[in-house]
């Protein structure tokens, strides 16, 4: 458990000691939305998993990246907020996999960044991963080169009832403003909105699929 009840209770320190042990992990910062800040991405060795309640909300303050998840592990993001993170010229704003299993379960992934150098994946970034992203939203999310809001260099990915809206990459090369994927990647998308997002080259929605893009259904528009 984070916290003891109250919004002071609800600290850094505390929400690192927490991962350190994995399991679920619940937060008690009081009724009201609380917004924790990280000073450095956190990286998840341990199954884990962050129920928020819709009241959590992580921040990396335009930084740092939010969530790195390491090889093997299993990591679920339920009912919470990731925002203004930032992943530098590695990538994932919000979000690094690194050869894990991340789950994103409605949650909101919005306002972050991989701007510098040639970084991608604006939201998340699934370096050979599974990513499961169901009933969520990435918004407003950005990247230098490619993935404004997911980039996915092979691994699996699966969105289902997903928004990707208004995602952008920029000019370096600048390929699939809402997701891209690279590699031997498997894609599925069902049931999703990809919509106002943009791309400087090519795949202003969805880019360059990887060499298995299967799936594909839902609302594309004015991408």
Known sequence: MVGTGTPASCTEAVFDAALLTGGTIRFDCGPSPKVIVVSAPKAVTRDTSLEGEDLIVLSGDDKVGIIRVGPGVSFGLHHMTLTAGNGGPEGGGALFNDGGSLTVNTSTVSDNSAVQGSGSGGGVFNNAGTLTVRNSTFGQN????????????????????????????????????????????????????????????????????GDVAKGLGGVFKRS
């Not at 390929?175 to 791309?199: E, F, K, Q, Y």
């Open 142 to 209: 950005s990247a230098a080169r490619a993935g404004g809001a997911v980039e996915t260099a092979g691994g699996n990915v699966v969105l289902f009832g997903v928004r990707l809206e208004n995602n952008t990459t920029g000019a370096t090369p600048g390929n699939g403003g809402g997701l891209h994927a690279g590699g031997p990647a498997t894609v599925n998308v069902a049931r999703s909105v990809v919509s106002g997002n943009s791309a400087s080259l090519e795949g202003g929605g969805l880019g360059n699929l």
